[in-house]
C-alpha cells in the first residue's frame, strides 16, 4: 500500500476542491482543507535554524500550530500532540510539516495523506524538495469558465486581465511538468471529464496512485461536511451531486470583450486542452496590451521570487526534505531498518 503524499494542482475555481473531496472520500487518503502552512514555512526556513536542533523544531511546531496566519485548526488536530510528535520526528523541514499532514490521516485511519491548493501548480519545484517522492494530480478546467468564476469570487479582487493570465500560467506550468516529470508523478484530468464520466476518470486516477478504486470517491457529499469550511459559500457545489451545470456557463458569464480577450490570449492553450473556439471577433488593442502588461508584470514577480529562493537555497540550516516515509528516507541515502534476527531457542 502506499503512502506516498499526494497534491492536487490546477489553476483556482477548475474544482480542485471537488477532487479533494472524491480522494478524501477513498479510504486510504485523506486530504484536508487548505491550510495555508506549507509554502511560508518553506519561504521562512531559514527563520526557524538548524531543524535537526529539538528546539528548533519546537519552535517551528509551535508557529504552523498557533500562528493566526496558519488554518492548522482546520486539521482538528490536538496542538501539543502535534508539536510532541514534531519534536520527536526526523529533523528536516518536511518532517516536521508532514507530520501536521500525517496525523490529519490519522484521525480517519487511513494510510496516506494529500493537500490541495491550486497555486500549488506554480510550486511544484518546492514541493518535491521537502517531499521528494509526491505524486501530483493536475485538474484543468476551460479557461473561460475558471475566468468567469474568478470574476463571481469575494475574495478574488484583481481584474479580467489578471484572471486570463492566471489560467494561462496553470497551463503553462502544467507543461513544463509533463515534459520533466515521469509518469508515476505527475498526472492530468479534466473538470469536463471527471464530471462527465466520474468512474471511468477516478478508475484512471486510482491506476496513477497505484490505489484500488472506490465508488465512495463518485459521490464525496459527506467528505465536504468534514473536509469544507462552512465558511467557504463559494463551495456549496460541492455539498451536491457531481454535476455538469456549470461546463460552458462562461457563454453567459463573460462579457463580449471578455471572451474575446480570452480566445485571442489563450486560444492555442485551449486548443491544446481540447476546447473548441467560438470564433469571436479579436479584442480591442487596448485590451490585448493590458493583458500582456499584467502577464509580464506577474512573470517578472515569479522570476524575483525564484532567484530569491535560489540565493535562500545556498544558506539553508537544516535539511528539507521530509523522512517520514520509506520512499522519502531512500531517497535521501537513509539506511533502512532492519528487524533483528534471534536464532530458535
Known amino acids: 500500500m502506499s503512502d506516498r ?34 509554502v511560508p514555512a518553506y519561504y521562512r526556513r531559514r527563520t526557524w535554524g538548524d531543524l535537526r536542533i529539538d528546539q528548533r523544531r519546537h519552535a517551528l511546531a509551535q508557529w504552523i500550530a498557533t500562528d493566526r496566519s496558519t488554518k492548522f485548526r482546520e486539521l482538528k488536530i490536538d496542538k501539543d500532540e502535534f508539536v510532541r510528535q514534531a519534536v520527536e520526528g526526523p529533523g528536516s523541514l518536511g518532517s516536521v510539516i508532514g ?7 490519522d484521525r480517519f485511519d487511513k494510510a496516506r495523506w494529500g493537500d490541495k ?40 479582487t484583481l481584474d479580467s486581465f489578471h484572471a486570463v493570465s492566471t489560467w494561462a500560467e496553470a497551463i503553462d506550468a502544467g507543461g513544463r511538468l509533463k515534459r520533466t516529470l515521469d509518469a508515476e508523478t505527475y498526472f492530468e484530468l479534466r473538470y469536463e471529464d471527471l464530471t462527465d464520466d466520474p468512474m471511468t476518470e477516478l478508475k484512471k486516477l486510482c491506476h496513477f496512485l497505484d490505489e484500488e478504486f472506490s465508488p465512495s470517491m463518485i459521490s464525496p457529499r459527506e467528505a465536504a461536511s468534514m473536509a469544507v469550511p462552512q465558511h467557504k ?4 457545489n460541492t455539498h451536491r451531486e457531481v454535476t455538469r451545470s456549470r461546463v460552458g456557463s462562461w457563454a453567459n458569464r463573460l462579457d463580449d470583450w471578455e471572451i474575446a480577450l480570452c480566445e485571442h490570449m489563450l486560444g492555442d492553450r485551449l486548443e491544446s486542452m481540447g476546447y473548441e473556439l467560438t470564433g469571436a471577433p479579436k479584442p480591442t488593442k487596448e485590451h490585448v496590451i493590458a493583458c500582456q502588461k499584467t502577464m509580464q508584470k506577474r512573470k517578472a514577480s515569479r522570476m524575483r521570487k525564484s532567484m530569491r529562493d535560489r540565493l535562500n537555497r545556498l544558506r539553508e540550516p537544516s535539511p528539507v526534505g521530509a523522512l517520514l516515509t520509506t520512499r522519502q528516507r531512500s531517497l535521501a541515502g537513509v539506511p533502512q531498518q532492519r528487524k533483528e534476527l534471534t536464532e530458535p531457542v
Open 117 to 156: 491548493r491550486p497555486s500549488y501548480v506554480k510550486q511544484v519545484d518546492l514541493l518535491l524538495r521537502l517531499f521528494p517522492d509526491a505524486q501530483f494530480v493536475h485538474l484543468i478546467r476551460d479557461g473561460r469558465d475558471c475566468v468567469a468564476s474568478l470574476k463571481e469570487m469575494p475574495w478574488y
Open 5 to 38: 503524499p499526494v497534491f492536487v494542482i490546477g489553476c483556482p475555481r477548475s474544482g480542485t476542491t471537488m477532487l479533494q473531496l472524491m480522494l478524501h472520500s477513498h479510504p486510504h487518503m485523506a486530504v484536508p482543507p487548505e491550510t495555508r502552512f506549507l
Open 99 to 105: 507530520t501536521a499532514f500525517r496525523m490529519y490521516a
Open 233 to 236: 459559500v463559494w463551495h456549496s
